[in-house]
């Protein structure tokens, strides 16, 4: 019942993620609300990132990629859109995948994350609330901000 009921909730969360990238573009990608945020793109490479770092500790998943944004500062990187979406898609997919493989009682096993000790259903609350934060920066970033030059 928990894996079933978590799916359904990462379900929801993917589409909410997919609507406001559905809008991302060469206009848009470059967009910053003031010269110190990070830009449009580089926030949403930073959420496939961070899907896929979470996807590594929490499910063991084998990830493959040289992070571009896990703590670091956006200083005008040009980011391509087809980047941004194909490490996107591949980290909702293996989360996704990865799901379905768990039994109920796994939900609740106590793992070591780089915050301390998480249950992986806390770990996924926390990651579903990350890209929550800056699914809100990038819908205010394309629709208020423009291009800076750094």
Known sequence: MKTELLTQLWSQHQQIIQAALSKLNDENRKNRLIAETASVGFIALHMAETMLFFSAFLFKSPVDFRPLTLRMTDEGHDIELNRINTLM???MAILT???SG????QWNEVL???FGELTRQQAL???MHH???HIG???QAMKKGKEFVL
Do not use: G, K, T, W
């Open 97 to 99: 995948d990865a799901f």
């Open 125 to 127: 609350v926390r990651l």
């Open 89 to 91: 898609q591949q980290a």
């Open 112 to 114: 070591q994350s780089p």
């Open 137 to 139: 920066q990038i819908v």
């Open 131 to 133: 890209n929550s934060h």
């Open 102 to 105: 768990l039994i109920d009682e």
